[in-house]
T-cell receptor
Framework: RKEVEQDPGPFNVPEGATVAFNCTYSNSASQSFFWYRQDCRKEPKLLMSVYSSGNEDGRFTAQLNRASQYISLLIRDSKLSDSATYLCVVKDYGGSQGNLIFGKGTKLSVKP | SQTIHQWPATLVQPVGSPLSLECTVEGTSNPNLYWYRQAAGRGLQLLFYSVGIGQISSEVPQNLSASRPQDRQFILSSKKLLLSDSGFYLC???????????FGPGTRLTVL
C-alpha cells in the first residue's frame, strides 16, 4: 500500500527554537510534494510546495530527497503561532487522477 | 480570488437519517472537486473526486454518494447514516490533477 509516514510527535519546543520534521513516502513514482498546516479543528492550509531543488519561504525551508524518498520541513525562530499539525502530502500518480496522499501529521507545540 | 464554502459547519444526526452536505467554489471555472473525511486522530481519506459536471469517481466503498449538478457545486449525500460516518468532512478544489488542493472550512458530523 502506498503510504506517507510521519512522526506524530508532539514536538514541544520553546519560542525561537529551530525544529525539523521528516516524512517518508513509499511510491518512488510520486512527482509532487507539499506541506500543509492544520490548526485544531480547522481545515488544512497549504504551507508550501516542495521542489526538487529545495525551497525557502521566510522561516520555513522544505527539502526533497528523491533517492531516500523523504521530505523535510525546517522551521527557524519558532513562534507561538506556529503551533499546529503539519501534514506531509504526496501527489500519487499511481492512481487514475493522481490524488493527494496525506500523512497523519506531526504535531508541533511552541511554548513561551 | 477563489473561495470555497461548505455548509453546515456542524451537524448532529441520528443513525439511519439522511445526509446532505454542500460545497461551492467561487472565482474559478471547471475545477477538480474532492470530498475527504478525517476521523478523529486519523489522516485525511479521499472519498470522491470530480473532474467535471456529472463525473464522479469513488475512492472508497461506503454508504455515501456524491453529485456535481453544477460546475462549482459538489454535494455529499447518504440515505442512511452509520455511527462510523462521524468525522470531519472536507471539500477541496484544484485547478487540475497536478496542482495543490485548497480546502473549505469543513463540516463536523456527529452521528448518534
Amino acid at each position: 500500500r502506498k503510504e506517507v509516514e510521519q512522526d506524530p510527535g508532539p514536538f514541544n519546543v520553546p519560542e525561537g527554537a529551530t525544529v525539523a520534521f521528516n516524512c517518508t513516502y513509499s511510491n518512488s513514482a510520486s512527482q509532487s510534494f507539499f506541506w500543509y498546516r492544520q490548526d485544531c479543528r480547522k481545515e488544512p492550509k497549504l504551507l508550501m510546495s516542495v521542489y526538487s531543488s529545495g525551497n525557502e519561504d521566510g522561516r520555513f525551508t522544505a527539502q526533497l530527497n528523491r533517492a531516500s524518498q523523504y521530505i523535510s520541513l525546517l522551521i527557524r525562530d519558532s513562534k507561538l503561532s506556529d503551533s499546529a499539525t503539519y501534514l506531509c502530502v504526496v501527489k500519487d500518480y499511481g492512481g487514475s487522477q493522481g490524488n493527494l496522499i496525506f500523512g497523519k501529521g506531526t504535531k508541533l507545540s511552541v511554548k513561551p | 480570488s477563489q473561495t470555497i464554502h461548505q455548509w453546515p459547519a456542524t451537524l448532529v444526526q441520528p443513525v439511519g437519517s439522511p445526509l446532505s452536505l454542500e460545497c461551492t467554489v467561487e472565482g474559478t471555472s471547471n475545477p477538480n472537486l474532492y470530498w475527504y473525511r478525517q476521523a478523529a486522530g486519523r489522516g485525511l481519506q479521499l472519498l470522491f473526486y470530480s473532474v467535471g459536471i456529472g463525473q464522479i469517481s469513488s475512492e472508497v466503498p461506503q454508504n455515501l454518494s456524491a453529485s456535481r449538478p453544477q460546475d462549482r457545486q459538489f454535494i455529499l449525500s447518504s440515505k442512511k447514516l452509520l455511527l462510523s460516518d462521524s468525522g470531519f468532512y472536507l471539500c477541496a478544489w484544484s485547478e487540475d490533477s497536478y496542482n495543490e488542493q485548497f480546502f473549505g472550512p469543513g463540516t463536523r458530523l456527529t452521528v448518534l
